[in-house]
């Protein structure tokens, strides 16, 4: 089979939950890593016309928007599936990829996580209005996936790509004090992600740039 190829920026959620589906499944690839300004090249709007991240490359067939890559990550190799078989679950499934692109990565990952962990990092304070309004927001996304969890997984028995994305999205809340507050304050959520963030998928696909950052209170 021909060379599989992920472009995308380290830190994004989208693209580390790419990278884990891959890892989960055993498939090799090789990592384009980018930064934003490559971002607006025609180069790469060739191969994403909305300039987004991640994209997923095989010769002639290329591939955006994180579900569809998932997706396919899951249906086109070999190994255990991520995906639930009942249709159900498989909705259930899909609800939680809504979950994470319209909630905890609007507020925990581009507001929270952002102005707490990345500012510091590139040499900026964090804008505490932000934070403040952040942490008020995602404490309902958060009370949803507490609500839900009623097993080791959100999905079935065994990780899902629900797992996988929504995971990817609360691991980085949780790399903030006041996320961390709220997360140990609800503990099937903190069980989760930290089963979750002990999988040697977590760990190997975490950006060389938030090694060694403190996870706020859930063991990765």
Do not use: C
Request: hydrophobic letters at 45%; a negative charge; glycine letters at 6%.
């Amino acid at each position: 089979m021909s060379e599989l190829i992920l472009h995308g920026f380290p830190v994004s959620p989208y693209v580390r939950s790419a990278r884990i589906a891959l890892f989960e499944k055993g498939v090799a690839y090789h990592f384009n890593e980018i930064g934003f300004d490559y971002l607006t090249t025609d180069a790469y709007t060739k191969l994403n016309p909305f300039r987004k991240m991640p994209v997923l490359q095989q010769e002639q067939f290329v591939l955006y928007e994180t579900p569809a890559i998932l997706s396919y990550i899951d249906e086109a190799f070999d190994g255990a599936s991520l995906q639930p078989a009942h249709p159900k679950a498989r909705a259930h499934m899909h609800k939680w990829f809504g979950i994470a692109a319209h909630y905890l990565y609007p507020v925990g990952v581009m507001q929270l996580f952002l102005q707490r962990v990345m500012s510091p990092i590139l040499g900026n304070q964090p804008d505490e209005a932000v934070v403040e309004a952040a942490v008020a927001a995602i404490a309902l996304p958060l009370d949803v996936l507490e609500r839900e969890l009623v097993d080791t997984f959100l999905v079935g028995d065994r990780l899902s790509l629900a797992d996988i994305l929504t995971g990817a999205m609360v691991y980085y809340v949780n790399m903030t004090q006041e996320g961390a507050t709220l997360i140990r304050s609800r503990p099937k959520t903190a069980t989760w992600l930290s089963q979750l963030s002990q999988r040697e998928s977590f760990q190997q696909s975490l950006a060389g740039l938030l090694q060694g950052k403190s996870m706020g209170g859930v063991e990765a």
